[in-house]
């Protein structure tokens, strides 16, 4: 079955070390996102990509970065890490934009 | 820029009852779609039911509908015949037609009591 994955599932680094947060999904989706959820704020939008070589600021995009190079993978790289960046994130992935997007299990990310 | 407003931190309902979940939302836009999430203890997003502005009729999927008042901007999620796996946090989000850039509420606790 087609499917979105997150790697690691869990992550703990500590404050200035660079973090890269892997997605894949096998839908083979045009569409991928990346959100962080704190308690309080629900889900919030951080990186989107309508396709390959094509990367969106979102909502708290600050401090994190994203490439496209082909289909099935959105990486989420922090470049230096943030006590502020502990979080959930999560990956999702639509075929295109009026879609419903499904969404990946989860990273739990602790910078100490 | 749109918000989503879930009032109900928490909810609990017995086994077997309805209950009802609470959104608001805060939009310009005519035309723009509406979700219900699912998440429970697995963390897993998991998609219960979506809206279309332009259609007036509410959506169901089995035991779960939607009351959709878009004047009052307004959608609420009943769950029939509360199953112990209803226990979740559940998210209401909005979403216009034309992009893809989703605006979630902080959530609802719904807890479902034997």
């Known amino acids: 079955d087609a499917e979105i994955t997150q790697s690691p599932r869990h992550k703990i680094t500590e404050t200035g070390r660079q973090v890269t947060l892997a997605c894949h999904q096998t839908?083979?989706?045009?569409?991928m996102f990346w959100y962080r959820q704190d308690l309080g704020h629900g889900l919030r939008l951080i990186h989107y990509?309508?396709?390959?070589?094509?990367?969106n600021k979102g909502e708290v995009s600050d401090g994190y970065s994203v490439s496209r190079s082909n289909t099935e993978d959105l990486p989420l790289t922090l470049e230096s890490a943030a006590s502020s960046q502990t979080s959930v994130y999560f990956c999702?992935?639509?075929?295109?934009?009026?879609?419903?997007?499904?969404f990946g299990p989860g990273t739990r990310l602790t910078v100490l | 820029a749109q918000t989503v407003t879930q009032s109900q931190p928490e909810m609990s309902v017995q086994e077997a009852e309805t209950v009802t979940l609470s959104c608001t939302y805060d939009?310009?836009?005519?035309?723009?779609?509406l979700f219900w999430y699912k998440q429970p203890p697995s963390r897993q997003m998991i998609l219960v039911i979506r809206?279309?502005?332009?259609?007036?009729q509410n959506a169901t999927e089995n035991r779960f509908s939607v009351n959709f008042q878009k004047a009052a901007k307004s959608f609420s999620l009943k769950i029939s015949d509360s199953q112990l796996g209803d226990a979740a946090m559940y998210f209401c989000?909005?979403?216009?037609?034309?992009?893809?850039?989703?605006?979630f509420g902080a959530g609802t606790r719904l807890t479902v009591k034997p």
């Open positions: 939009t310009s836009e005519s035309d723009y779609y």
């Open positions: 839908w083979n989706h045009n569409n």
């Open positions: 999702a992935s639509s075929e295109s934009t009026p879609d419903t997007q499904y």
């Open positions: 990509s309508y396709g390959v070589q094509d990367t």
């Open positions: 989000a909005y979403r216009s037609r034309n992009n893809n850039d989703m605006r």
């Open positions: 809206q279309e502005a332009y259609k007036q």
